[in-house]
């Protein structure tokens, strides 16, 4: 982190708790070798991550580190405490898992790390940003340089939408057309999205995140939002007649057919394929803006898919118009409008299901910062870095209180995507802002501390060559 940051609570997420020792700092000095890292088994992959040099001239794993990783079973899992003196710094957290997060807050600190004592642990469990591959494809070390970006926030899931009327993105055994003709050339809005994971491709990025904490949650939307899928496979459609490709980004006119054996059978090998590469707990099967089914028709569709990924281990997510529909025990509604939400998302949630929270208008990363920013969209108003955080989840949805929020989610949709620099001028520095709104408590977040912390980030994606946006909201150093 920037060296400007000299404060023990100056990193984002704010920490829950952060009690300052003056005049106690902890100086790193890579090339030492005699300033080790000591960690218990299963925490030395953890301890890479710090950024620091292990090899035979730099900082090295020992006994007896002035750096020691420790595991206590009575800290929340994603919970850690870190205590930073003179001589040593000793980061415990309640699994592998909240050591990595502590990691991510002694990296943003720096090699001078101020004395005191950080007890930290999020407000929400279900922490995530979304990349649209649908509309516009990136390669698999894309997504994971994006992990790499995300996790310094704590983010610990990615929402990878696959699929949509565009493009398909992921190979199924079985169904070659998806991806040979919806995954090739031409493919993406405007036709500037070709490319798909193969089966190996997608294992590996499963495995990339689980390394650093982070769970992959792959969406096939449907019944609606599938036009690539009936190109490929015109006899998915009512009449088996062909269907022209489309690269525009309008939505809602497409769908899977309810009364159609076909249907079901091509539902059920995607989401058994999908759930088999997924060790993860999650499958998002869409369900949003199915403007062209029938009321009874998608009701009668989700009868028959709802239950499909708990029959493969999964819990089921949908975007909060599934909510219509009688949900399975334990199903998670996706918020995703504007407006407040209808009484559906109200009686799911008093029903006991657990609703993640990503309004558009101060989560999606593909808004505009302002009328003047060269990509996104407005459909849901401009959204500046104050506005990602300046409000509460609990706050957003009538009926919808904090024991029923699993999390917050930070969607990028890519109609106006076409490189990683696009990707990372959307969502820097917004994520971070939607990051703490998900992780800290809630009365310890303030904007004006929050803007002079985000400002330290300017001259470290900087030097990483992360093309942000420099929001006139912000003071950057």
């Not at 020792?21 to 080790?36: E, M």
């Not at 009575?74 to 930073?84: N, T």
């Not at 980004?249 to 054996?261: F, H, I, Q, T």
């Not at 980030?457 to 990483?464: D, K, N, R």
Request: hydrophobic share 40%.
């Amino acid at each position: 982190m920037s060296e400007r940051m000299r404060q023990l609570g100056d990193v984002i997420p704010r920490p829950a708790s952060v009690r300052p020792v003056p005049d106690a700092t902890f100086t790193i000095i890579p090339g030492l070798s005699g300033t080790a890292v000591s960690a218990p088994p299963g925490l030395s992959a953890v301890a890479a991550h710090l950024g620091l040099s292990f090899s035979d001239d730099g900082l090295s794993l020992s006994d007896d580190g002035a750096i020691r990783l420790a595991l206590d079973p009575a800290l929340a899992s994603e919970a850690y405490r870190l205590e930073i003196t003179a001589e040593s710094v000793t980061l415990t957290g309640g699994s592998a898992q909240g050591v990595f997060w502590g990691v991510q807050t002694l990296r943003q600190l720096g090699t001078e790390l101020p004395g005191g004592i950080i007890e930290d642990r999020p407000r929400y469990a279900y922490r995530s940003a979304m990349l649209d591959l649908a509309r516009h494809f990136f390669t698999p070390d894309e997504v994971k340089a994006h992990i790499d970006l995300l996790v310094q926030f704590k983010i610990n899931h990615l929402h990878l939408h696959l699929t949509d009327d565009q493009g398909w993105r992921l190979e199924i055994p079985g169904w070659p057309r998806l991806t040979e003709i919806s995954g090739g050339a031409g493919t993406g809005v405007d036709g500037a999205g070709p490319g798909h994971l193969t089966l190996a491709e997608y294992a590996d990025l499963v495995a990339y995140a689980a390394e650093r904490f982070v769970t992959i949650v792959p969406e096939i939307d449907m019944p609606g939002h599938v036009n690539a899928v009936q190109v490929a496979y015109p006899e998915l459609t009512a009449d088996g007649a062909p269907v022209a490709p489309r690269t525009d980004a309008e939505v809602g006119y497409s769908s899977l057919v309810a009364a159609k054996e076909e249907t079901y059978a091509f539902v059920e090998t995607v989401l058994k394929t999908v759930a088999d590469l997924t060790p993860g707990p999650w499958l998002h099967i869409g369900g949003d803006e199915c403007h062209s089914t029938p009321a009874a028709d998608y009701q009668a569709f989700l009868a028959r898919v709802l239950p499909i990924p708990g029959a493969l281990g999964k819990t089921v997510i949908g975007w909060h118009e599934i909510a219509a529909a009688d949900l399975p025990k334990g199903a998670v509604v996706q918020y995703w409008r504007t407006e407040p939400a209808d009484d559906a998302v109200a009686r799911a949630a008093a029903d006991g299901r657990k609703v993640i929270v990503s309004p558009a208008d101060r989560t999606y990363l593909d808004m505009k910062y302002d009328a003047d920013t060269t990509l996104g969209l407005d459909w849901a108003g401009h959204v500046g870095v104050r506005r990602s955080y300046e409000w509460d989840p609990a706050d957003r949805l009538p009926g919808v209180g904090e024991e029923s929020i699993l999390g917050v989610e930070a969607p990028l949709w890519s109609e106006t995507l076409r490189s990683v620099a696009d990707v990372r001028y959307l969502t820097f520095p917004r994520l971070p802002a939607v990051a703490e709104v998900a992780w800290s408590p809630r009365d310890s977040r303030d904007w004006e501390s929050f803007r002079e912390r985000l400002a330290a980030f300017g001259p470290v994606w900087t030097a990483a060559g992360v093309n942000f946006y420099r929001s006139p909201e912000i003071d950057w150093h």
